[in-house]
Each structure stands twice: as C-alpha cells, then as structure tokens.
C-alpha cells in the first residue's frame, strides 16, 4: 500500500511540474508576470486567513 500511494503523489508530482513547464514555454513573459502576481496574491490570502485563530477561520469559510 505504501509503494502504490508513493507512485501516485510521484506522478502527481510529475504531472503538476509537466503543467509548469508546459505554461511557462507555452505564454509569453507579461502574461506570465500577471499569472505570478494572481498566485502571489491567492497564497498571501491563504496565510492569512490560516494565520487567523479558528473560530475567525471557521466563520470565514462559511461566509464566504
């Protein structure tokens, strides 16, 4: 059981850094610069709101 998940998370690994290289040789560098500053944002938004104390998060993801 542990050799199947270890190949799965390998090829989802693969297949997510595939995905990568794949946009970044397929986009040109402005689009690229947009993408990042959107994935920089939405990972800012996520620290926040895993930084905040969990019945503010609860509340959070409920109403949003």
Do not use: H, Q, W
């Not at 998370?9 to 689009?31: H, N």
């Not at 996520?46 to 993801?61: H, N, R, T």
């Amino acid at each position: 059981m542990a050799k199947e998940g270890k190949a799965i998370a390998s090829f989802l690994i693969g297949a997510a850094v595939g995905v990568a290289v794949g946009y970044i040789l397929a986009t040109d560098k402005e689009t690229r610069k947009e993408d990042l500053e959107k994935v920089k944002n939405a990972l800012g938004n996520l620290k926040e709101k895993f930084g905040k104390k969990e019945p503010v998060l609860d509340e959070d993801i409920f109403n949003s």
